[in-house]
Nanobody, 124 residues
Framework: QVQLVESGGGLVQAGGSLRLSCAAS????????MAWFRQAPGKEREFVGGVTGTGGITYYAESMKGRLTISRDNAKNTVYLQMNSLKPEDTAIYYC?????????????????WGQGTQVTVSS
């Protein structure tokens, strides 16, 4: 079992930055690839990006590539999502997810564990 708790969301002006954190329980954190998803009001949840268990390889959704950095600190059982140049359309609930796999997938069905989400609101 893995429990995930996101933090770091909030209200930010367009052009600003936020860093989200996702803290995981358990002793085998490095065995899980981690991903971030987001769900905007009235829209389906979408893949934002992911990172392999070692943190060596990251993947990003094309729509957000260049504005995001995903990293992880396995000693702290934490994965991070750094978002820059935020836009109002980035407003959403952001979720982290864990999958006992080598490579993060973009399909939410691949993930066994989810956090409760953290709200990010970008004002214009």
């Amino acid at each position: 079992q893995v429990q995930l708790v996101e933090s770091g969301g909030g209200l930010v002006q367009a052009g600003g930055s936020l860093r989200l954190s996702c803290a995981a329980s358990g002793r085998t954190f490095s065995s899980y690839c981690m991903a971030w998803f987001r769900q905007a009001p009235g829209k389906e949840r979408e893949f934002v990006g992911g990172v392999t268990g070692t943190g060596g390889i990251t993947y990003y959704a094309e729509s957000m590539k260049g504005r995001l950095t995903i990293s992880r600190d396995n000693a702290k059982n934490t994965v991070y999502l750094q978002m820059n140049s935020l836009k109002p359309e980035d407003t959403a609930i952001y979720y982290c997810a864990a999958d006992l796999a080598l490579v993060p997938k973009s399909s939410e069905g691949a993930y066994d564990y989810w956090g409760q989400g953290t709200q990010v609101t970008v004002s214009s």
